[in-house]
């Protein structure tokens, strides 16, 4: 019997077998020679042979695809039949290397010419290696990197998800996902949430499960185990009972079963992200991260190009409002022509708002072509700046709003000083955002790409539910009102980041004094009903527990006893 606990992300029960994805291709030796009785003509062709194997694999999985996926795995088959990839590796080989050698170093150049390109090009690096690795498999005899072909659906379980590896997902026949890597912020889980996946990570070990295991997954309590039981079973039949008649959101916001009203709001990223929001009956959006417009270019978008991007999005929301966060460049999402690449610690650099300091046309561009936007929709934009430290910064960005008529314009709570400060910086600005992922991530001083430091990216942590509380007391001081809540509140503070779709934590941030819970569009029904099966006092008597509670699993399971509703959905 084997149990493993890790980070719970996605709530769901299943059993399951387990298939295992392959673990990363191992480089060959540098130096590696063809086996005795190889001549370098023999050796030389192997490599076309490989090569197209791996595209013509590369191709029946994306015939089987949709959507983004099949344009990932596309573009992946193509990158395959590139000629100069194989013309490189070939080449190699006339030196005295082994296929398998030449064609690991010939896929390390290319893409280390790709990212000296920086921006998209630079984002194609981790593709060429991708295939780079699916060729020297298919030299060796071995299983391809990514997710296993199987006939009935299975419990996938592997150190991480690689980018190409989540687009291709189908959870058709996905049923699961637990990794021994990764962290609550990562492209899997992120992915798994949007999926509805359960799914569980920075669980050590699982990813050494032998396939064709039977496993009980429980996504919400972070448990895998392979000592399956009847009442597993029935938690998993239970489950799986939920899901044919799914819970739904009508919009209008949470109504506390006191009457109180809490908005619900959805994150997007683009138009199609707003339509789906929009068809989810959000209320509204609550964070637009505009910087997917900008990241797959050298350049920056001209005015136009901004204004019709978020007229694109604003139209899906008439008559409410639409929380816009300006550019986040910078740390995981650098920009050429914004952001400087050599800076040593860049989640501490020059990132977010502060690529004004030195660039502020940048900003000042955005910020005009969002106003144009609105002028020409009935959405209500509230614009807010990421990475807000101080009152300078908050003056200075709240005055270039109210230059160009957009009003309200707020801040985004992420760091420990915006926070314990937002008496002061509330004085300002109009309203504030709390993004509980960089706020956990700094005031826990760890990455939060990290799966090594998941246990510390937890927004349960007391630390950041006291930061949270800081915020929504600052806030009520700021604004003349200690009593105030939702709507009416004179500076009234949102939360966007991840913890605002879990359940439980929204009920606790609802009790800290947030006014609005922006989310996933998919989370949104349960969070809906969970927080009507409380009132506000209930919530801020759970809320004072949580806080007060000497570690961020005790938090946790403080609240989860005290919201019996979550037991009975699986949540």
């Known amino acids: 019997m084997s149990e493993y606990t890790g980070v719970a992300v996605s709530p769901g029960r299943v059993v399951g077998e387990v298939l295992t994805m392959a673990p990363p291709v191992a480089e060959p030796p540098a130096g590696q020679a063809p086996a005795e009785g190889a001549d370098a003509a023999s050796e030389s062709e192997r490599i076309p042979a490989a ?167 429980d996504g919400a309590a972070g448990l895998v185990t392979d000592a399956v039981t009847e009442d597993h079973r029935a938690l998993a039949t239970a489950w799986a009972e939920l899901q044919k008649n799914p819970l739904t959101y009508e919009g209008g916001g949470a109504v506390l079963s006191d009457g109180t009203r809490v908005q619900l709001l959805a994150n997007i990223g683009n138009a199609a992200d707003a339509e789906k929001a929009a068809a989810a009956n959000a209320d509204g959006v609550g964070l637009f991260r505009t910087e997917f417009l900008f990241l797959d270019r050298e350049d920056e978008p001209t005015l136009e190009e901004q204004t019709a991007a978020y007229r694109d999005v604003f139209v899906h929301f008439p008559g409410k409002k639409v929380v816009v966060r300006t550019i986040d460049a910078g740390a995981d999402k650098p920009l050429p022509f914004l952001t400087d690449a050599d800076e040593p610690n860049p989640a501490l650099g020059v990132r977010a708002y502060r690529t004004s300091w030195e660039k502020p046309q940048v900003l000042a561009h955005q910020l005009e072509a969002i106003a144009a936007a609105a002028e020409q929709t009935e959405a209500t934009p509230w614009v807010m700046a990421p990475m807000i430290s101080t009152l300078e910064d908050t003056e200075d960005f709240v005055g270039l709003c109210r ?169």
């Open 51 to 217: 090569a197209a194997s791996v595209q013509s694999q590369l191709e029946r999985r994306a015939e089987r695809a949709t959507g983004g996926g099949r344009a990932v795995l596309e573009a992946t088959a193509q990158m395959a039949a590139d000629p100069s990839l194989v013309q490189s590796a070939q080449g190699l080989v006339q030196s005295g290397l082994s296929a398998e050698r030449a064609v690991w170093e010939a896929g390390d150049q290319v893409a280390t010419m790709l990212e000296g390109l920086g921006g998209y090009m630079a984002e194609r690096a981790a593709d060429v290696r991708d295939v780079r690795a699916r060729i020297v498999a298919e030299l060796r005899g071995e299983q391809a990197p990514g997710i296993p072909e199987h006939g009935t659906p299975f419990v996938l379980a592997a150190v991480d998800l690689a980018p190409a590896d989540t687009a291709t997902l189908d959870p058709a026949r996905v049923i699961a996902l637990i990794t021994s890597d990764g962290g609550p912020q990562s492209h899997t889980a992120i992915l798994a949430r949007q999926l509805g996946l359960p799914a569980i990570v920075a669980a050590k070990g699982v990813d050494a499960i032998a396939s064709g295991t039977e496993v009980f997954v």
């Open 403 to 571: 230059q160009r008529g957009l009003e309200p314009a707020g801040i985004m709570v992420e760091t420990p000083s915006s926070a314990i400060t937002a008496d002061r910086l509330l004085r300002v600005a109009d309203f504030a955002s709390i993004g509980t992922n960089d706020l956990t991530q700094y005031t826990m001083a760890a990455d939060r790409q990290l799966g090594s430091l998941a246990h510390l990216n937890d927004p349960w942590q007391p630390a950041v539910l006291s930061l949270v509380q800081a915020t929504a007391r600052g806030a009520r001081t700021a604004g003349g009102d200690p009593e105030s809540f939702g709507e009416k509140a004179a500076r009234p503070v949102g939360v966007c980041g991840e913890a605002a779709g879990d359940p439980a934590l929204a009920v606790v941030l609802v009790g800290l004094g947030v006014n609005s819970l922006s989310m996933t569009p998919r989370s949104l029904p349960a969070v809906a009903k969970v927080l009507s099966s409380v009132s506000l006092e209930q919530a801020k008597e759970l809320a004072a527990a949580a806080v007060a509670a000497p570690t961020a699993s005790a938090a946790k399971e403080t609240v989860r006893a005290g919201l019996p509703l979550l037991e009975q959905l699986g949540l």
